[in-house]
Nanobody, 115 residues
Framework: QVRLVESGGGLVQPGGSLRLSCAAS????????MGWYRQAPGKQRELVAT???????YYGDSVEGRFTISRHNAQNTLYLQMNSLKPEDTAVYYC?????????WGQGTQVTVSS
C-alpha cells in the first residue's frame, strides 16, 4: 500500500531554514505529482507547493520566493526547502499524492517558528 512518511520538522527561529523530506513507498513515485500542504491550529489545511512528475512547480502565495519543492525520483523522496521562515509558517506539514481517485497523506511533521 502507499505510504508517505514526513521528517525534518522542528523548532526554528524566525528567519531560519528547515528542509522537510517525504519518503514514499508502495507507489511508482516518478509517475505522480506530489505536494505539500500545511495546517495551523484552528485553520483549514492549506496548499504549500506542488510538483509534477516532470518537475514543474507551483507555490502558494504565502510561500512563493521562500520555499522550494523538489523531488528525487531514484530515492522516492520529496523535499521542501523552507527559508526565511516566519512565525505564521508554524503548522503541521503534510506530504500528499493523488493516485487515480484516491488521495494519500502522510502523518505530518510539526514546524514551529518562534524566538
Amino acid at each position: 500500500q502507499v505510504r508517505l512518511v514526513e521528517s525534518g520538522g522542528g523548532l526554528v527561529q524566525p528567519g531560519g531554514s528547515l528542509r522537510l523530506s517525504c519518503a514514499a513507498s508502495g507507489v511508482d513515485f516518478s509517475a505522480y505529482a506530489m505536494g505539500w500542504y500545511r495546517q495551523a491550529p484552528g485553520k483549514q489545511r492549506e496548499l504549500v507547493a506542488t510538483i509534477t512528475r516532470g518537475g514543474s512547480t507551483y507555490y502558494g502565495d504565502s510561500v512563493e520566493g521562500r520555499f522550494t519543492i523538489s523531488r528525487h525520483n531514484a530515492q522516492n523522496t520529496l523535499y521542501l526547502q523552507m527559508n526565511s521562515l516566519k512565525p505564521e509558517d508554524t503548522a503541521v506539514y503534510y506530504c500528499t499524492t493523488k493516485i487515480d481517485l484516491l488521495t494519500f497523506w502522510g502523518q505530518g511533521t510539526q514546524v514551529t517558528v518562534s524566538s
